[in-house]
């Protein structure tokens, strides 16, 4: 959308755009190319494009932005762009998208707000997009006329005071509606309910990522039920391999099925994780991850766990999480090598970086909890076994060493995650003010 936003922009302007989504020649050759970026882990083709376009076109200005060079300015630097754009363009933000470079795209897609009331600490859009910006903005100028779906990618809509202002828009266009981001449940009454069933919403998106907010859900989906809205069609993104554990994860899933909709299991991924499916969270192992990948294969429809009764018996039978999440062994399983216990991985050399690779090294956000003794690369103090420190990674993904919680640089945010999800304080020189639960280890690589 980003870069669609940008053509609307030069258009408007006066200025020729080429729009590619493969590495191409371009028709004429570029005065000023734009590269977007999606999830850090997705970093590799954004320094591939930069080589590509460089060699071809030395003269033209390259600009790096998107969600990747927003959350690691540094590590996005490496590729050979002239500049990194961190956060928001607000020069293109209220332009329409360019459709004619996409010409099957049927849904708009746009903000009426940005920015979230929440400071969840799993969560990128506080870097990304800042804290909430209300009141809403008119969305009307930019649904394309013949578009008959929109969908929303606001993070909190319900969290700014005229959001209903948002609905009345998008009843009057009579429009299907996705809000893509999801609904926050804890902002969902009667009254707020009947409010949005005056909108074709397919489907309703909620969240319940920690136990807290389950209080919130046995409120929201009874009213969203009352207002007219199917149960079935109601899916709650399920986040897992954060702060949880499996047991966590699995009392979540089976309210949910118990609840009659449909659970939407999201993994966890560190904001500055360079590698896919690597990082493993203090309370979960390699194999327990997997069996969740499987079970959503297997037992799910479309990677979801829709509320079947065989699968609801299923899981609150089980007397464990393994037993949940069990499947019949298949004879290709026994020739499939068991997931490797690792954060990272060496990768291979990508093209494109104009810095010496070796020089970098990012600091991960996400704490681990230690499976042997380390000694802190900034300060050089010891951590013992159980204690908690943070991983680097290398350009590659690859974690490359630690440094103890007093050594992070924003030792008063991380302080705060910690307190507010684990319910753990930290003294000035790291240690915990309380004891660490029994077995928990990280299982990250070290």
């Known amino acids: 959308m980003g870069l669609l936003k940008i053509s609307s922009f030069h258009k408007h302007r006066g200025d020729d755009v080429e729009f590619h989504d493969t590495l191409r020649e371009a028709e004429h050759a570029p005065a000023k190319i734009y590269i977007t970026s999606l999830f850090t882990y997705s970093w590799k083709p954004v320094h591939e494009a930069a080589a590509f376009y460089r ?30 754009h961190v956060g928001l363009l607000q020069s293109v933000e209220r332009f329409m998208p360019d459709y004619s470079l996409v010409p099957d795209w049927e849904s708009s897609i746009m903000f009426g707000t940005r920015g979230c009331i ?22 009307t100028d930019l649904v394309k006329p013949g578009h008959r779906e929109v969908t929303l990618w606001d993070n909190n809509v319900l969290g700014v005071p005229n959001w209903r202002d948002i609905v009345d828009e998008l009843r009057e266009l009579n429009v299907k509606v996705d809000f893509n981001q999801g609904l926050d449940a804890r902002l969902i009454d009667q009254g707020v309910a009947e409010k949005l069933r005056q909108l074709r919403i397919e489907p309703v998106r909620m969240a319940y990522d920690i136990p807290s907010e389950r209080n919130a859900l046995m409120r929201a989906i009874p009213a969203l039920e009352t207002a007219g809205f199917n149960r079935r069609r109601m899916h709650v993104y399920t986040l897992y391999n954060f702060m ?34 690597k990082y493993i969270s203090p309370h979960w192992t390699p194999q327990r991850l997997e069996m969740v990948a499987k079970a959503r294969r297997v037992l799910g429809f479309g990677g979801a766990f829709p509320p ?70 900034s300060c050089g103090a010891e951590r013992e076994p159980g204690e908690r420190a943070f991983a680097l990674q290398d350009y590659a993904g690859q974690y490359v060493g630690f440094v103890c919680p ?41």
Not at 56 to 72: F, K, Q, R, S, V
Not at 118 to 137: D, I, M, N, S
Not at 408 to 432: A, D, T, Y
């Open 55 to 84: 060699t071809l076109y030395p003269d033209a200005e390259i600009a790096l932005g998107g969600i990747y060079a927003t959350l690691m300015p540094e590590h996005a630097g490496l590729a050979d762009v002239d500049n990194v």
């Open 118 to 139: 929440r400071k969840c600490a799993f969560c990128a859009v506080p870097k990304l997009e800042g804290k909430v910006w209300g009141p809403a903005q008119s969305i």
């Open 244 to 277: 949880d554990s499996p047991d966590d994860f699995l009392s979540r899933v089976i309210d949910l099925l118990d609840w009659g909709v449909v659970s939407y299991p999201m993994r966890y991924e560190p904001l500055n994780s360079l590698v896919k499916n």
């Open 308 to 377: 079947y009764e065989g699968l609801i018996k299923k899981l609150k039978a089980a007397r464990s999480f393994e037993e949940a999440f069990s499947l019949r062994s298949h004879p290709s399983d026994k020739r499939r090598r068991a997931p490797r216990n690792v954060a990272g991985t060496i990768e291979s050399l990508t093209t494109g970086l104009t810095r010496d690779r070796a020089a970098f090294r990012e600091l991960l956000n996400d704490p681990a909890t230690l499976a042997y003794s380390i000694t802190c690369e």
């Open 406 to 446: 007093n050594c992070h640089p924003n030792r008063k945010w991380i302080n705060g995650l910690w307190r507010s999800v684990l319910g753990e304080s930290f003294s000035r020189n790291g240690q915990s003010t309380r004891s660490l639960p029994v077995g928990v280890l990280s299982r990250t690589v070290h």
